[in-house]
């Protein structure tokens, strides 16, 4: 099965370690050596964590003399945000149509609750006369 940008960009920001290097990379540039001075782990691996997030099209890497500065590309950023905001709004509009209908029964119970609080004027239909016990009724 093929694994789309979408979903890799997703499973390589999965990781506490990747997305902060991401937001590392947010505020500059840097390179492998930079960004391990930051982790108890060793170069090798904060490498791997960067060919992940370069697999996935979130970081490049450049080549400037003997450096070798690590970047973000925001491209598969604004894909993941579009993709975001996408459902973001379909949940919204969800919410707001349950809003609607919240409130629409929250007006019938005020309607119903103020019907029922109406004064009784002591005048009884002929139903409530016959089916009402009287005061010597053992019911």
């Given at each position: ?37 930051s ?26 003399a ?15 945000t ?6 973001r ?12 209908v ?19 004027t ?9 089916t ?8």
């Amino acid at each position: 099965m093929a694994v789309d940008q979408l979903s890799r960009a997703f499973v390589a920001l999965a990781d506490p370690t990747r997305r902060d290097i991401v937001a590392r990379l947010s505020v500059r540039d840097a390179t492998v050596g930079e960004l391990a001075e930051s982790y108890a782990m060793s170069m090798q691996a904060v490498s791997k964590h960067l060919k992940v997030l370069e697999e996935a099209g979130l970081v490049s890497r450049s080549r400037d003399a003997q450096r070798r500065p690590c970047h973000l590309e925001p491209q598969v950023f604004d894909l993941m945000t579009s993709w975001i905001e996408r459902y973001r709004r379909r949940a919204e509009e969800r919410f707001l149509r349950l809003d609607a209908v919240l409130a629409a029964m929250g007006d019938s119970d005020a309607t119903a609750q103020a019907q029922d609080a109406t004064p009784d004027t002591g005048t009884h239909s002929r139903t409530d006369r016959l089916t009402a016990p009287t005061e010597g009724d053992p019911s």
